[in-house]
């Protein structure tokens, strides 16, 4: 396996590992902390309205299911998309070392 290959296979893991290995600090550490942010911006998208529910359901309270985002889950989900395929992108077409 080549190192090209190798970068390409740890970046599965999370974007900006690959070019972490591949030593492009600073590409790679914008790529990993957007990615880790855009992880956890879907968490919150997620639990945080289930959350609420079940503390509504305690209250005895109607169940609103109007606290769903749909667009910012989208929203989130796609940006950790285009993230992803710019660190990929990257890493394909670094030149050999």
């Known amino acids: 396996m080549n190192r090209k290959t190798s970068y390409l296979a740890s970046n599965l893991v999370a974007p900006g590992v690959g070019q972490l290995m591949a030593k492009k ?8 902390i957007t990615g880790q942010a855009c992880a956890l911006w879907i968490l919150w998208e ?3 309205p289930w959350y609420m529910i079940m503390q509504d359901a305690l209250n ?4 609103n299911l109007s606290i769903f985002n749909l667009k910012r889950l989208v929203l ?3 940006l950790l ?4 395929l710019i ?4 890493l ?5 070392k």
């Open 25 to 32: 600090w600073m590409l790679g550490g914008i790529l990993f």
């Open 87 to 90: 660190s990929f992108a990257d």
């Open 76 to 78: 989130a989900f796609s």
């Open 46 to 48: 997620i639990i945080y």
């Open 81 to 84: 998309a285009i993230t992803w």
């Open 60 to 63: 005895d309270k109607d169940i």
């Open 92 to 96: 394909y077409f670094m030149k050999k």
